[in-house]
């Protein structure tokens, strides 16, 4: 049984165009409207140290950097 050839690509493809507005900074209307959570806190906190033992078992990272990155993530706890 033959197999049909692909059909032939459109000959105009569609750009996507500039924007119609200007460009806003939307930020504050997608805010936190609620103070977080302890089990906001809790996710967060585990989230960083999976990250601070990702850093401790890099093979890549010399000790002065994993120092470095761990007390960065710290800080932010």
């Known amino acids: 049984m033959p197999i049909d050839p ?3 690509p459109p000959l105009i493809i569609e750009q996507p165009g500039k ?3 200007p460009i806003v900074d939307m930020r504050d209307a997608f805010a936190r409207k609620t103070p977080q959570t302890q ?3 809790a996710q967060a906190r585990a989230f960083i140290d999976g990250k601070i033992e990702m ?3 890099d093979p890549y990272m010399t ?3 994993k120092a470095a990155a ?3 993530l710290e800080a932010r706890r």
């Open 70 to 72: 761990i007390a960065n």
């Open 6 to 8: 692909p059909p032939e």
């Open 63 to 65: 000790d002065a950097e």
């Open 55 to 57: 850093i401790r078992r």
């Open 39 to 41: 089990e906001d806190r």
């Open 19 to 21: 924007p119609s507005g």
